[in-house]
């Protein structure tokens, strides 16, 4: 029998998925608004976007590529690997 392959945490990429506002705040599972309405995951394609001003995009690469931008991405000093800002 073959072994599992252990997939070490520093080599998964992060799921990124979920709803960004313009200003690239980040929300994974929903977005509360005052008003006491809200948006959920499991409802994304239910809605019109944007919705107050967020939208679902399946990764952050993609709400970034809406607005004609790339993502920052930091260099981790320690481990030498380069991260996106969430």
């Known amino acids: 029998m073959a072994k599992a392959k252990v ?3 520093e080599t998964i ?3 990124t ?3 960004y506002d313009t200003d690239f ?3 994974p599972n929903a977005v ?3 008003d006491g309405t809200s ?3 499991e409802e994304k394609t239910t809605y ?3 919705v107050n001003g967020w939208t679902w995009f399946d990764s952050i690469e993609d709400a970034y590529a809406a607005q004609g931008k790339t993502p920052p991405v930091k260099e981790d000093k320690k481990t030498k690997r380069f ?3 969430i």
């Open 83 to 85: 991260q996106l800002p």
């Open 25 to 27: 705040n980040y929300a």
């Open 39 to 41: 948006i959920k995951k």
């Open 13 to 15: 990429t992060p799921n």
């Open 17 to 19: 998925d979920g709803f």
């Open 32 to 34: 509360l608004f005052p």
């Open 7 to 9: 997939i070490k945490p």
């Open 48 to 50: 019109t976007y944007p």
